[in-house]
């Protein structure tokens, strides 16, 4: 079994997060949501957005409202993917190679965004091609290869380190990523020796080599199961034993549930911010939305240790609730007062503050959750399996809502998930309590 403590092994992992954070940055936040919006709207002197209507296998759509729906469909995917598949590399002893593959995945898929290409045909509207499946294969790379990445977190480290360890590498992806968005800027906006679809194949090249390292110092798993035939049903027959463990467990129950409306809508968020300022902030240049995204990142790498700080000295389900108030908080801000950039940097100062501390603790806070296992990778397949169906209901009625109303409303209708969260949060029992009911 795996010595848990190894500083160089907790390094490897460490670095995984600052190999892949370059795909939520640069292809997810900044780069790609830039170019995309930049091929698919017209805007008038004063910068607003006055048309944004996409076509794709003959049916049109607004350019954000076909953003969402692509990145929702891959969300599904994932959920639905992951949860036997994480079960097949329990069963044999396979989360390396699983991990390994979807890296690669989403890392290739990133560099062929390359391509990406969007014309107008007759003038309008603005048609979207197949150049989209990179965006498409490329998300469903990095997240599925975080579901065999966190589930070695409680292998690694001890229970009382794995907030100052998860932070660690959030901390660390913000550093990461905020470093090649600087060498990307430098390369393509402030020396132009590169154009800025150059972007794509860099990140490519970053999270494959820096991966790579990981990959060098993570340890193989072993199997639970010693007969390697049949392990689609087995994987199938693990992934049912830990879901019924999950259902008896009335606090890892309620977090999963909790844990699910509240990173819906901070998912949401972290997709579609881009976009919103794009179509909503008054007079924003690319520039100034690059700058609110280094905002978020460099105070993201200060939130994580912080709230792994207060979580110390509260809890985890009290800090987790106060940095639910904070999101709520902004939500209103941005939809009732956010019209220009420099309330938009407020925004984006706010939202560093607390999205690297509510991901970091939300990880260690399940991590620290779990029982006794060999059945990591199953168990955090539906930690998985929670945030992507939620991230794919998050975009979704993001994208519906701006159908039917404004992007705008979208903002102020993530209020309710973060609400319906902090409910189920404050209803979970908590570790001792459960013990207590289990022992009666």
Known sequence: MQQKGNKRTITGWVFYDW??????????SAIFPILYETQTSLKNEAGRTVYDTVSFLGREFHNTEFYAYVICLSYILVALMTPLLSGIADAGGKRKLFMQFFCYMGAI???????????PADDSPFMINWSILPLFFGSIGFWASLVYYNAYLPDIAEAKDHDRVSARGFSMGYLGSSTL???????????????????????????????????SRLPKTSATQKDSKNMISKGYAEVYKVWKQIRENKTLKGYLGSYFMFNM???????MAVAFANKEVIGIKQQDLIISILIIQFIGIGGAYLMSFVSKKIGNFKALGTSIVIWIALCIYVYQFVWYPW?????????????????????????KLLPETKDLTSYFSFYDLAEKLG?????LTFGLIEGLLDIRTSILAL????????????????????????SH
Do not use: C, D
């Open 19 to 28: 190999a892949n954070s370059v795909y939520p940055l640069i292809i997810s």
């Open 181 to 215: 968005l600087i060498i990307i800027l430098i390369l393509t906006v402030f020396t132009k020796v590169l154009p800025i679809r150059w972007a794509f194949p860099l990140v490519s090249l970053w999270w494959i080599a820096f991966a790579t390292f990981s990959f």
């Open 265 to 271: 809508a901070v998912q949401t968020i972290m997709v």
């Open 415 to 438: 209020v309710v998930f973060f609400a319906f969260g902090l409910i189920l949060l404050i209803r979970i029992p908590k570790p001792e309590q459960q013990a207590h009911e289990t």
């Open 343 to 367: 309330q938009f940097f407020i925004a984006a100062a706010g939202v560093g503050l607390v999205m690297g501390g509510i991901q970091s603790l939300s990880r260690s806070t399940y991590s």
């Open 391 to 395: 991230l794919a209901l998050g975009t």
């Open 109 to 119: 898929s990133s560099g062929l965004l390359y391509f990406f290409h969007a014309a």
